[in-house]
């Protein structure tokens, strides 16, 4: 019988210990592996909470010097002048226009182009020329365009020569060249 007691006694602990195990495994391990991820979880939200901190520190200096550099940038003189696209673009046109008298081209056609948004930076604003000039004028007329304030660009340059040049003309690097191209500048981004 003592050996029936000691059976019954070593049951009951392995049972005890089952109960234990299941209890462990069932109710203790997800209950402490669900805190250790809560505390890894606060820890991550702190480091970005104090990031953030910082972040929001440097935000009115950041703020205060993007201030500074768009009054140093509205300062310069690169920018065509007027708020109005329409205005810019007819401006555009006659200071063109007066480039090629000046240079005695002969003007063809001068359209103005949809502006464009660049962003910040600025609305295009174009302007398409068509002209018959010689070579030298047509150097003088792009220096002018190109070394002027405000800034302006030339692009999508097409030079032609005129259809039944004489053969005098052409060994003199002279006679009437057909040109087509854009000049653009850009107007202030209303802020």
């Known amino acids: 019988m003592n050996a029936s007691r000691m059976l019954s006694r070593l049951l009951a ?10 209890g462990w495994s069932l109710v203790a391990e997800p209950v402490i592996r669900r805190f250790a991820e809560q505390r890894e979880s606060i820890a991550d939200a702190r480091l970005l909470l104090a990031r953030l ?8 200096s950041l703020e205060q010097q993007r201030d500074e550099l768009r009054q140093r940038l509205g300062a310069l003189g690169g920018y065509l002048p007027g708020d109005s696209e329409t205005l810019v673009a007819a401006d555009l046109q006659s200071r063109i226009r007066a480039r090629f008298e000046q240079q005695g081209a002969t003007l063809r056609s001068l359209q103005i182009m949809p502006a464009r948004s660049e962003g910040e930076f600025g609305q295009a604003v174009t302007v398409r020329a068509q002209i018959g000039v010689e070579l030298p004028a047509l150097q003088a007329i792009f220096y002018a365009i190109e070394t002027e304030t405000p800034y302006l660009f030339i692009d999508n340059l097409d030079i ?3 259809a039944g040049r004489r053969r005098v003309e052409e060994e003199a690097g002279t006679g009437i060249l057909e040109v087509r191209f854009d000049v653009f500048g850009y107007m202030r981004a209303a802020s």
């Open 160 to 162: 032609r020569r005129r």
């Open 13 to 22: 602990l392995g049972l005890l210990v089952a109960v234990l195990a299941a």
């Open 53 to 60: 901190e910082r972040l929001g520190a440097a935000r009115a």
